[in-house]
């Protein structure tokens, strides 16, 4: 995989996109357990925008591992910040495809561990946010910058 110094705009974009459209299917989830119990009504945005963040998730992986990115510094801040995006990149594709087996399938066990699943992702990813502002307003450095600017 190529180490480049930053993200180009595509990577940019879905980094974005996938945090906004996350952000939203967090807040659509409530009343989805309601409508599990009423599928031919549907299932309305969080389903098809919760689809559409698979699909973004897919291609954004596929981009990462062809085009490269920035390589995290040695040490076991490096460690821990490859081990969150990890974790990040793991439950974008899980988070949507468990939610999917309990729509589509109807098996309410996996609409259970996909709501759980949904919490933690959002929880991981307001730490990673909050990593992000403070390495641009208290560490001062070019990690945010980086996910601006394309490279
Ligand atoms: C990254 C995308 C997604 C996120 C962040 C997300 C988040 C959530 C959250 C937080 C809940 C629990 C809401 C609550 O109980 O207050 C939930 C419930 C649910 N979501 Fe999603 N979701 C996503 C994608 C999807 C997709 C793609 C589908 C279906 C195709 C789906 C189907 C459901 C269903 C059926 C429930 C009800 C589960 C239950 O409580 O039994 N979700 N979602
Ligand atoms: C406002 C919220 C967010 C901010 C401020 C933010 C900030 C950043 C920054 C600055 C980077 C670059 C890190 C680096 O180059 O070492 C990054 C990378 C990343 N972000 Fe976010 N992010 C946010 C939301 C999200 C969300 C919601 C997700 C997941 C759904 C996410 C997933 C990722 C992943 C997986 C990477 C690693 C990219 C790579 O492969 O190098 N981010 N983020």
Known sequence: MAV??????AQIALHWLI???????YLTGEGMEEALKHPEA???LHVWLGLTILGLAVIRILLRLVRGGPEQEPGPRGKAASALHGLL?????????????AWFGGVEFVGGVHALAGNILILLAGVHALIGLAHHYLLKDDVLRRMMRPE
């Not at 945090?19 to 299917?25: G, I, S």
């Not at 990149?89 to 087996?101: E, N």
């Open 42 to 44: 549907g299932g309305g």
């Open 4 to 9: 480049r110094y930053g993200y180009n705009g």
């Open 89 to 101: 990149y793991l439950l974008m594709v899980a988070v949507p495809l468990g939610g999917s087996i």
């Open 19 to 25: 945090a906004l459209a996350v952000l939203v299917n």
